[in-house]
């Protein structure tokens, strides 16, 4: 039977560690690389503009800014994380958390890059796994590199969190 308070901490200290090991490569890359991420105050304008009824834009930076849209993204992307690694513990049992190992992490994060590719980049205007772009395969591979980082995000932060609980 899962404890839910050990289930729900889990998934947020793991989430929300696993979130920030993805922006820790983000930020690597961009520099080592001068390679851009993604701009959270975009993910908080598109997210802005869905209560109004507004799921697809032709281009969100072309579309009105929402006020605390950099806030709103950023603590979504934090959110999102949370909640990817609760489906990761709901598929695999609490006891991954407790004793994780790297095979279910890495195949999570590159499950979860489907939300970018079907979800986020079609809202943004970007067209499904970023057709719209002027270089789709290399949006897509940075988008799933992105996702791997979150998996092994995952790993990391089970580990760290097995050891509080353990």
């Known amino acids: 039977m899962i404890d839910l308070v050990q289930w729900v901490g ?6 929300a560690g696993a979130t920030l090991v993805m922006d820790g490569w983000a930020w690597l890359q961009r520099r080592l690389w001068q390679i851009p991420s993604l701009n959270y105050s975009m993910v908080g304008r598109w997210l802005g503009h869905l209560p109004k009824g507004q799921l697809v ?11 605390g849209e950099t806030v709103i993204g950023w603590v979504a992307h934090y959110l999102i994380g949370m909640v990817f690694a609760a489906g990761l513990l709901m598929v695999v049992g609490q006891e991954w958390a407790l004793s994780p190992t790297l095979l279910p992490a890495l195949l999570t994060g590159v499950i ?5 590719y079907l979800i986020l980049q079609p809202g943004m205007g970007a067209g499904i796994a970023a057709s719209k772009t002027p270089n789709p395969n290399l949006m897509r591979f940075r988008s799933l590199v992105a ?3 979150y998996g092994v995000g995952l790993y990391i932060a089970a580990v760290m969190v097995s050891r509080m609980w353990g």
């Open 112 to 116: 979860t890059v489907l939300a970018p």
């Open 10 to 15: 889990s998934s947020v200290l793991i989430g």
């Open 57 to 67: 834009h032709q281009g969100i930076a072309n579309s009105a800014p929402i006020p």
């Open 147 to 149: 996702h791997i980082s």
